[in-house]
């Protein structure tokens, strides 16, 4: 069983940075691959990054692809969003979501497939 709680959401003008943490409870954070999803007003929850257990690997979707920095801490059972360049588009609920890596990474973008949510924290970009 994994606890996840998500901080640091905010207000920020389009162009400024934010950086999002995940905390997670229990002792075997480092077993599980860990993801970060978005739903924006009206809209489906989306996949944003996805980071292997060891850190090392990551993956990102097209629209936040050199903008977006996924890393984790295991000693700190952390996993952490960095967002520059923010966009009004970027506004929404964000999630950090944690599963089994029972699948190549690039794989790991279905939210059906994680098996462990946080409770979301808001982004807001301003034109």
């Known amino acids: 069983q994994v606890q996840l709680v998500e901080s640091g959401g905010g207000l920020v003008q389009a162009g400024g940075s934010l950086r999002l943490s995940c905390a997670a409870s229990?002792?075997?954070?480092?077993?599980?691959?860990m993801g970060w999803f978005r739903q924006p007003p009206g809209k489906e929850r989306e996949f944003v990054a996805v980071?292997?257990?060891?850190?090392?690997?990551?993956f990102y979707a097209d629209s936040v692809e050199g903008r977006f920095t996924v890393s984790r801490d295991n000693a700190k059972n952390t996993v952490f969003l960095q967002m520059n360049s923010l966009k009004p588009e970027d506004t929404a609920v964000y999630y950090c979501?944690?599963?089994?890596?029972?699948?190549?990474?690039?794989?790991?973008?279905?939210?059906?497939?994680?098996?462990?949510w946080g409770r979301g924290t808001q982004v807001t970009v301003s034109p």
């Open positions: 979501a944690a599963k089994w890596p029972n699948e190549p990474l690039r794989a790991s973008t279905l939210a059906g497939s994680y098996n462990y």
């Open positions: 980071i292997n257990l060891s850190g090392g690997s990551t």
């Open positions: 229990g002792r075997t954070f480092s077993s599980y691959r």
